[in-house]
């Protein structure tokens, strides 16, 4: 089992910045990718960022050149770097894990990120 702790979230006016961070604890030698997710208020969970065991990175398009997805060596710490905050990225983020080696995957319990105008 893995157990993911989201931080960092709040309230920031547009342009702002924020830096979340995801804790991991537990069988976190079993993890192969994690990832940023977003709900908007009213609309479907969305995956906004990955990153894999070799750092490789990859983002959706809305986020590019604006979010930076990272981590600790071994898994134990992930974060998210929000620049340029718009109030269309304001939502409840999440983190996500996800283990190939047992056909696994944990969500943390979410952040709260508002952007106001």
């Known amino acids: 089992q893995v157990q993911l702790v989201e931080s960092g979230g709040g309230k920031v006016q547009a342009g702002g910045s924020l830096r979340l961070s995801c804790a991991a604890s537990g069988s976190i030698f079993s993890i192969n990718l994690m990832a940023w997710y977003r709900q908007p208020p009213g609309k479907q969970r969305e995956l906004i960022a990955t990153i894999t065991n070799g750092n490789y990175t990859h983002y959706r398009d809305s986020v590019k050149g604006r979010f930076t997805i990272s981590k600790t060596d071994g898994w134990s710490t992930m974060y998210l770097q929000m620049n340029s905050l718009a109030p269309e990225d304001t939502a409840v983020y999440y983190c996500?894990?996800?283990?190939?080696?047992?056909?696994?995957?944990?969500w943390g319990q979410g952040t709260q990120v508002t952007v106001s105008s």
């Open positions: 996500h894990a996800k283990s190939l080696l047992i056909d696994a995957e944990y």
